[in-house]
Structure formats: structure tokens, C-alpha cells
């Protein structure tokens, strides 16, 4: 079974541009989770798909969105980019199998803001 | 909310001995997931354990094993016979309903 995979791996933007990031989940996984990482606040989270629906989200501002579609495949929106947004873009696939409730991630996006 | 607690910021091991990683959270609720993840210098968050609260049973996965102590609300986490390759940022983490929170990480180093 294939892993999580993220797309871009790394990229470079200029303060107020915008980005956005993919993900495609575990073959299977309906349910989509965005984090990010820096060094200062460590793990947060951002927001969670689950068929296509926002089921849950995290305190950032509403610059960040993100979606999820039909396939399962997910994208995270940055607008407006700030220096403070340089960070590492985690993306998780789950499900719960039986009692079972199982989170993997990918390998992330290392997003630059210049 | 949900809190979970890593209060060892670094630790290190000689390689081959045992470890022991702490991990306390706070919670009310009496059925939710404990989860420890390894993230090496690659980044990539790897899943290394996971325990249900509803089974009393410590979950054991090869060199890898937990002490759940549910009623204290602690989760550690031993890692036996320790390899170079475990050298990472550990994490313990907190799943109940839509509410998935992670502590602040372990620097774990590996002596040779």
C-alpha cells in the first residue's frame, strides 16, 4: 500500500503570495489532516477533511484553507504570505479500522517565505 | 482542552541499553488513543506505537513497548537495545473524536 505523498517537497515564495500545497492519502483513508511545524510552536494543528467536508479546524487565520476532493486528495491554501508562515507542512491520512484508529503522515512540504 | 506533556526536551542513550521516554497528557475523557511518532532528521513523521485507553493490555511493538497508566494519565515510552538509527524527535500524541494534539517532542541521541 502506498504511502502518503505530498507535493511540492520544497518551495520558496516571496512575502504575500500565495500557495498551495497537495496531498494524496493512503489508498482507502478518507479523512485528510493538515499540520504544521516550526521550531518555536512545534506541532499544530490546522484543519481536517473528511469526504470533502471541513470536519475540524485549528486556530490560524483565514488565510489558511484548504479542501479535499471526491478521490480523497487534498489541498491546503496560503494567502498572502508572511515571513511566519515559513514552516514544515505536514499532511496525515486516517481511519479508524474496527476499534482501530490509525494516523500516517507524509513526508511534508518545506514551505520558504522570503 | 486537551494538554500533553513531554517534559524530557533531550535524552540520550548508549546504544544497545534502554530508554525511557515520559509522556503526560490530561484529558477527561475515558476513551480516546495515545500515539508515540519518530521523526528523524528526514522530517518524515514516522508511527511508531499506538495504544487504545480501553485496553488495559501495554501495547509492544519488537524493540518498542509503552507503560500506559491510565488512572495517572501517563504514557511512556521504553525503547529496548537501542539502535543508531533511533536518533530522533519523538513525539507523543493525543486522539479523541476530531481532537488530535501533540506534545513538544523528545531529542532522543544515540550514543555509539
Known amino acids: 500500500k502506498a504511502g502518503v505523498t505530498q507535493t511540492p517537497r520544497y518551495l520558496i515564495k516571496t512575502r504575500g503570495q500565495q500557495v498551495t500545497l497537495s496531498c494524496s492519502p493512503i489508498?482507502?483513508?478518507?479523512?485528510v489532516s493538515w499540520y504544521q511545524q516550526t521550531p518555536g510552536q512545534g506541532l499544530q494543528f490546522l484543519f481536517e477533511?473528511?469526504?470533502?467536508?471541513?470536519?475540524n479546524k485549528g486556530n490560524f487565520p483565514g488565510r489558511f484553507s484548504g479542501r479535499q476532493f471526491s478521490n480523497s486528495r487534498s489541498e491546503m491554501n496560503v494567502s498572502t504570505l508572511e515571513l511566519g508562515d515559513s514552516a514544515l507542512y505536514l499532511c496525515?491520512?486516517?481511519?479508524?479500522?474496527?476499534?482501530?484508529?490509525?494516523?500516517?503522515f507524509g513526508p511534508g512540504t518545506r514551505l520558504t517565505v522570503t | 482542552a486537551q494538554t500533553v506533556t513531554q517534559s524530557q526536551p533531550e535524552m540520550s542513550v548508549q546504544e544497545a541499553e534502554t530508554v525511557t521516554l515520559s509522556c503526560t497528557y490530561d484529558?477527561?475523557?475515558?476513551?480516546?488513543?495515545l500515539f508515540w511518532y519518530k521523526q528523524p532528521p528526514s522530517r518524515q513523521m514516522i508511527l511508531v506505537i499506538r495504544?487504545?485507553?480501553?485496553?488495559?493490555q501495554n501495547a509492544t511493538e519488537n524493540r518498542f513497548s509503552v507503560n500506559f497508566q491510565k488512572a495517572a494519565k501517563s504514557f511512556s515510552l521504553k525503547i529496548s537495545d537501542s539502535q543508531l538509527g533511533d536518533a530522533a524527535m519523538y513525539f507523543c500524541?493525543?486522539?479523541?473524536?476530531?481532537?488530535?494534539?501533540f506534545g513538544p517532542g523528545t531529542r532522543l541521541s544515540v550514543l555509539p
Open positions: 495504544q487504545e485507553a480501553y485496553k488495559q
Open positions: 477533511y473528511f469526504s470533502e467536508t471541513q470536519r
Open positions: 489508498s482507502g483513508h478518507r479523512s
Open positions: 500524541a493525543y486522539h479523541y473524536g476530531q481532537n488530535f494534539v
Open positions: 496525515a491520512s486516517s481511519s479508524w479500522t474496527g476499534h482501530s484508529y490509525e494516523q500516517y
Open positions: 484529558t477527561s475523557e475515558s476513551d480516546y488513543y
